[in-house]
């Protein structure tokens, strides 16, 4: 499904843009705020492929006490299990989200957790019709411009079916404004959210789209819906903290 030469290179491009974002600080702490609510005390964790240098500063800082790894390829690892392995803002660019998930659980210990958010089906509704429209007005071809998104219904089955037996699953809705179509597209690609898709065209966007989809009217709104789980392969050990009064 996606062009892994043309994905490893629109991250590296975007690595310097996410580490200045204020969407990808929220991540960040988002990940945090979810991990804090746990009642384990991790001592183990891996950060796969991580999105931004912060994201292993909040949770070193969170967990002073922890030996944390940070991988690009679960291949790099051996023998080594961790209580907790975070994978953060990723999993929408897996094209065998199953075969990962079990791979992932290769790396847990008995009593770990694995945390993930991905971008979930409904996200960038409005861009993806925008674009269509524009397509049918401008040009005669159509080129795929924004991947398919995996659906908040199907991570329950997707979990269960790779060996994850508890699982705490949520999904919301963030918010995103540009001026135009046009300013969101350049601030995806920007922060290496470009394109990667196999079948896409090159130079899709004719020139008379382009002047349509900048135009400025007021302001273009559109939404991400973010999916987030915490997971383990063992019952019980996915445990809330309790909330003091």
Not at 201 to 213: E, G
């Amino acid at each position: 499904m996606f062009d892994l030469k043309t994905l490893k290179k629109n991250k590296l491009l975007g690595r310097a843009s996410v580490n200045e974002s204020d969407f990808y600080d929220f991540i960040c702490r988002d990940v945090l705020e979810r991990l804090l609510m746990i009642d384990h005390n991790f001592k183990d964790i891996l950060i796969l492929q991580p999105i931004t240098d912060k994201l292993k500063n909040n949770v070193q800082n969170a967990y002073p006490g922890a030996k944390i790894d940070l991988i690009e390829d679960l291949h790099e690892l051996s023998n080594e299990r961790y209580d907790l392995v975070i994978y953060a803002f990723q999993m929408h660019w897996l094209s065998d989200v199953q075969s990962f998930l079990k791979e992932v659980g290769r790396f847990l210990k008995q009593d770990g957790i694995f945390f993930a958010n991905l971008v979930g089906e409904g996200s960038l509704r409005k861009l993806r019709q925008i674009l269509v429209e524009s397509e049918m007005e401008f040009s005669k071809k159509h080129s795929p411009h924004i991947s398919p998104f995996i659906r908040f219904e199907d991570m329950t089955p997707l979990l269960q079916h790779s060996g994850y037996i508890e699982n705490i699953i949520d999904i919301e809705s963030l918010e995103l404004e540009y001026k135009t179509p046009i300013k969101l597209m350049k601030a995806l690609k920007k922060h290496g959210e470009g394109n990667a898709l196999i079948n896409r065209q090159a130079y899709s966007i004719t020139k008379n789209m382009y002047r349509d989809l900048d135009k400025v009217d007021s302001k273009f709104i559109d939404y991400i819906n973010l999916i987030s789980f915490v997971s383990s392969r063992k019952k019980g050990v996915v445990k809330m903290k309790k909330e003091i009064n």
